[in-house]
C-alpha cells in the first residue's frame, strides 16, 4: 500500500512497551517454579513498563493516550454489541472493547505484580520484607493462592485480547499485529 494511505499510529515507545511486556510476561510464566532470581526481574520489568506506560498515557501521542482510548461501559457494550452483528465502527486507535480490555490487563497485571511482591516478602526476600501484613499473617500460602489467581487471570485476559485482535482484524480486514510491529495502519 502507497506511503499516503498509511497514517502513523503506535509510536515508537507504544511498540516497545508492547513487545517488551510480551516477553516479560512469557518469562514469568515459564519461570515461575525454578529460576525465581530471573521470575523476579522480569516482575520488576512488568511493574516498570507499567509505570512508564501509565506516564505516557498521560503525555503521550495521541493514539497513546488514555482519554482516547478508555470508554464508558455504556460505549463499550455498545460497541460489542456492533461487533456481534458484524456492523462495529472501525477506530484508528484502540476501539472502545480494547481499551476496556487493556486498562483490565495493565490493573491485572500491576496486581500480580503486588501480590508477588508480598509473596517474596513473606519467604523472606524482597523490598516488602519487613512489612507488618506479613508478620501478622505469617504465612506465604495466602500470598501464593492470590498471585496464582492474577496470573491465571492474566491468562486468560491475554488469550481474550488475542481473540479480539484477532477478530477485529478479520472484521475490518486489516492486520493488527502487523500495525503493532510498523506502528502503521491504512487511512
Ligand atoms: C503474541 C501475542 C500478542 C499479540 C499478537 C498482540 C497484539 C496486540 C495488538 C495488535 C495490539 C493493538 C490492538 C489494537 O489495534 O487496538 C495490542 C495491544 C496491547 N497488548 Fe497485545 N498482543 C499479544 C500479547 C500480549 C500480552 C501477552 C500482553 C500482556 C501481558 C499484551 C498487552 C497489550 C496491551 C497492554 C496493549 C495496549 C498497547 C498500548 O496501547 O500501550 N499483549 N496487542
Known sequence: MSSKRMIKVWDPFIRLFHWSLVAAFAICW???DELIDLHVFAGYLVAALLMARAVWGVIGTPYA?????????RKVLSYLKDL????AKRFIGHNPAGGAMIVSLMICL?????SGLLLYGAEG???LVDLSLLELTRSSELFEEIHESFANLTLLLVLLHLAGVLFGSVIHRENLLMAMITGKKRR
Open 84 to 87: 456481534l452483528k458484524f456492523k
Open 110 to 114: 500491576m496486581l500480580a505484580v503486588i
Open 30 to 32: 515459564v519461570t515461575e
Open 125 to 127: 526476600f524482597g523490598p
Open 65 to 73: 493516550r488514555f482519554s482516547d482510548f478508555v470508554s464508558t461501559p
